[in-house]
């Protein structure tokens, strides 16, 4: 039982953070941070950002493009539904609904 620490012990609490997995030592009765161990992060070369920059670029103009390919394209397909719906009222017998009716 006494390698465990208890609450009124004055071993620092070793902790190890969920987000960013740094290990800190902290002071029990002051809270202070007595210590941080950042993990360290793996190297990463100038060409490999370098190519990762070039294609999130490439991916954003080709994102772009399809926008706009959509929105030229808007017109011709709400012309389209336009059409098929006065075809479709056309063909209907019963006259359009009265807005003063609806109440």
Known sequence: ????????SDDPLEL??????????????T??????????KSEVSWDYALQAGKNKQAEAEELFNEGMDREHRADDILEKKFKEALKRADKSDAPPPRIFDLD
């Open 31 to 40: 809270g202070d941070i007595l210590h941080q161990q950042r993990p360290k």
């Open 16 to 29: 190890k953070c969920p987000c960013c997995s740094t290990k800190l030592v902290v002071d029990r009765t």
């Open 1 to 8: 039982m006494a390698d465990t620490p208890t609450v009124g």
